[in-house]
């Protein structure tokens, strides 16, 4: 077997598992969104539908993810892209591959995983350590231009108990100063969550922690 047809193959063997727990969660527990969190970059820009980036790994080469094609084929509820890198870095820009995925979506939500990990980081670059604003507020400003991108999911939650150069207060100042609705399901989903209270997070062994709740049934 040559190399591109091993490429092929194991392409293939990743399809079928995401095609497969597609289906069965579907099948079990319908309202359930089953999503994935990919590398930030589908393809550099020397492929075809790539973005303008020279990442070091892609998404599509090294870890043999065809996110689009599972897009494209509905086998997934939603993505969140992991864009951990700053505006204007010049291997893999923040801008150009939020912008990517903003016209790369095939109706499938898009939300945003931000690198809050990355802030006033002692080993990361300056753009991470600058304030007023800092790079995190920038990039969710800019989210805003983007009509398909629905949202931010952020890593590590580690970082909002250290909280670096206080980034829990501007985020709430600025961005989420009112309760956050539920994201929506798809069309035809009949089932929905119930509510729930009482929620807990206890600590496990290790570093491990679960978390607990009650429904109103």
């Known amino acids: 077997m040559n190399s591109a047809k091993k490429d092929d193959w194991r392409r293939e063997n990743v399809n079928q598992i995401i095609r497969e727990l597609h289906s069965t969660i579907k099948n079990i527990k319908p309202w359930v969104q089953f999503g994935i969190s990919p590398f930030g970059v589908w393809r550099n820009r020397e492929a075809d539908r790539g973005t303008d980036t020279n990442a070091g790994q892609t998404k599509l080469r090294r870890s043999f993810a065809d996110v689009l094609h599972w897009m494209e084929q509905k086998w997934i509820d939603y993505v969140v ?85 206080n980034i829990n207060e501007v985020l709430k100042d600025k961005f989420y100063r009112n309760p956050i609705l539920q994201a929506a399901h798809k069309k035809g989903t009949t089932n929905v969550p119930e509510p729930v209270y009482d929620v807990s997070i206890d600590k496990l062994t290790g570093k491990m922690q679960g978390i607990s709740f009650k429904t109103l049934r």
């Open 81 to 165: 892209p992991q864009i951990y890198w700053h505006m204007g870095h010049a291997l893999a820009d923040y801008e150009n591959i939020a912008r990517w995925w903003n016209n790369n979506h095939f109706d499938t939500p898009v939300y945003i995983g931000q690198g809050i990990y990355r802030i006033n980081g002692k080993k990361e670059e300056k753009e991470w350590k600058k304030t007023n604003p800092t790079e995190l507020e920038n990039q969710l400003q800019f989210n805003k231009t983007l009509k398909n991108i629905e949202g931010s999911v952020f890593f590590s939650g580690r970082t909002f108990l250290d909280n670096p150069l």
